[in-house]
């Protein structure tokens, strides 16, 4: 049995099932990103709620285990050689995930690195210009007088989705007819944008010609629902 209290971010959050990947996280666009891909790839876990509205992932217990203080993390218990490995950063762990279960990912090495880039695109501009977005339009930032930021964030959004869109022409996926953690990264933050965020009038996405059917499939997998709400929140 691997020793997971190595780790002490499992004191305070005690995993049962400690042969199992032990995922930390809450149901946000970023969280749900592991745990569609656990629930896609079949991998046993065990799933922990960090309430971030009660600011448990700056608990020291989390800290250890992701200085950064953001969901979501894991612990795999059999990572490489056979020993336990933490790891933070939702992409990152797309991608191990990917690797260890020979799952969503090309194994032709070129097409491999072109699903990485397009997982970091989502990392680097679909998830921080459509959170400004959320933050501007929704949240505290929706009472500043001075608009400009909200624009300036809509129409980067706006011009992210037309990047989106383009790429989708012609397939059904964003790297063809395979479906994958390109898929899987980006999904979450188009749906929070037109659903929790209340934009989908502010950056006309119903004018897009490809999204919203993509956004669409991706919604009807069964392991996709299922990972949209794990953990579950309390």
Same mark, same amino acid.
């Given at each position: 049995?691997?020793?997971?209290?190595?780790?002490?971010?499992?004191?305070?959050?005690?995993?049962?099932?400690?042969?199992?990947?032990?995922?930390?996280?809450?149901?946000? @666009?970023?969280?749900?990103?592991?745990?569609?891909?656990?629930?896609?790839?079949?991998?046993?876990?065990?799933?922990?709620?960090?309430?971030?509205?009660?600011?448990?992932?700056?608990?020291?217990?989390?800290?250890?285990?992701?200085?950064?203080?953001?969901?979501?993390?894991?612990?795999?218990?059999?990572?490489?050689?056979?020993? @336990?490995?933490?790891?933070?950063?939702?992409?990152?762990?797309?991608?191990?995930?990917?690797?260890?279960t020979g799952k969503?990912?090309?194994?032709?090495?070129?097409?491999?690195?072109?699903?990485?880039?397009?997982?970091?695109?989502?990392?680097?501009?679909?998830?921080?210009m459509f959170g400004?977005?959320?933050?501007?339009?929704?949240?505290?930032?929706?009472?500043?007088?001075?608009?400009?930021?909200?624009?300036?964030?809509?129409?980067?959004?706006?011009?992210?989705? /037309?990047?989106?869109?383009?790429?989708?022409?012609?397939?059904?996926?964003?790297?063809?007819?395979?479906?994958?953690?390109?898929?899987?990264?980006? *999904?979450?933050?188009?749906?929070?944008?037109?659903?929790?965020?209340?934009?989908?009038? *502010?950056?006309?996405?119903?004018?897009?010609?490809?999204?919203?059917?993509?956004?669409?499939?991706?919604? /009807?997998?069964?392991?996709?629902?299922?990972?949209?709400?794990?953990?579950?929140?309390?």
């Amino acid at each position: 049995m691997p020793d997971l209290f190595a780790f002490p971010i499992t004191t305070r959050w005690k995993p049962q099932h400690p042969d199992r990947i032990q995922i930390y996280s809450l149901p946000t @666009p970023n969280g749900v990103k592991v745990s569609i891909m656990l629930e896609e790839s079949g991998l046993p876990y065990e799933p922990h709620l960090v309430d971030i509205g009660k600011n448990e992932s700056h608990l020291a217990e989390f800290k250890s285990l992701n200085p950064n203080a953001k969901i979501p993390a894991i612990i795999d218990p059999d990572g490489p050689g056979g020993k @336990p490995i933490g790891m933070f950063e939702s992409g990152a762990i797309l991608i191990y995930l990917a690797d260890k279960t020979g799952k969503f990912m090309p194994q032709d090495p070129a097409r491999r690195w072109e699903t990485i880039q397009w997982v970091f695109f989502q990392m680097a501009s679909i998830g921080p210009m459509f959170g400004q977005v959320g933050f501007f339009h929704k949240f505290a930032g929706k009472d500043y007088e001075d608009k400009r930021p909200l624009e300036r964030y809509v129409t980067e959004t706006k011009r992210l989705l /037309a990047v989106l869109d383009e790429r989708l022409e012609g397939r059904a996926w964003i790297m063809g007819e395979d479906y994958g953690i390109a898929d899987i990264a980006s *999904l979450g933050w188009v749906r929070n944008l037109i659903g929790f965020y209340e934009a989908r009038d *502010l950056v006309a996405y119903d004018s897009l010609k490809h999204v919203p059917g993509w956004l669409d499939r991706a919604l /009807a997998r069964p392991a996709v629902q299922r990972g949209l709400t794990i953990p579950k929140r309390g």
